[in-house]
């Protein structure tokens, strides 16, 4: 990382480029590319005004804070770039390319499609009746219903027997 130190309203002192170059190191675990930094500090009575202006990877990033000390100032700036960055970062890592977008967009309305398909419309409450299978057949040509769901009375187990397309019935039989 660049970094380069103006100030302004002043001759400063070198401790504090020293320590404005330590707090930017800080910095240096959220940038990939590399990176110019531009700090100005200004000094005025009992004012200490800072600036920041980095500038990495197409990104331009920039603070400003003022404080009775040169140290608050500064710390609370690099606060801020690390705020914007982490927040930069986090916005490239859930941007996903297009294809992948519309792919997902795809899927999410096949799964809304499907909810709407299996909704549950009517509920039912039946008493089982213990009958043969001859009785169930029987009972779904008058009723003219497309299933019936009985007790059979020989093995005490809940049966099912459906009238299909073709005229025929299947007989569904549970344990």
Not at 4 to 20: D, L, P
Not at 137 to 143: F, G, R, S, V, Y
Request: overall charge neutral.
């Amino acid at each position: 990382m660049k970094i380069s130190v103006t100030f302004r309203n002043g001759e400063g002192e070198n401790w504090q480029k020293v320590y404005a170059e330590e707090k930017m190191q800080k910095l240096k675990k959220y940038l990939d590319a590399p990176a110019e930094a531009h700090i100005i500090i200004s000094m005025e009575k009992f004012r200490n005004a800072m600036e920041i202006n980095l500038s990495s990877n197409g990104w331009n990033i920039n603070a400003k804070e003022e404080a009775k000390d040169m140290r608050i100032a500064l710390d609370r700036c690099v606060e801020k770039i690390e705020k914007q960055l982490k927040k930069q970062r986090e916005k490239v890592r859930e941007h996903k390319p297009k294809s992948i977008r519309q792919s997902q967009e795809k899927s999410a309305s096949a799964e809304e499609a499907e909810e709407v398909t299996s909704k549950i419309t009517e509920t039912r409450k039946i008493i089982l009746k213990p009958m043969s299978f001859d009785e169930a057949i029987m009972e779904l040509d008058e009723k003219n219903d497309r299933f019936i769901i009985y007790r059979d009375s020989s093995s005490e187990n809940v049966s099912i027997v459906y009238r299909r397309d073709d005229g025929n019935f299947t007989l569904i039989e549970t344990n």
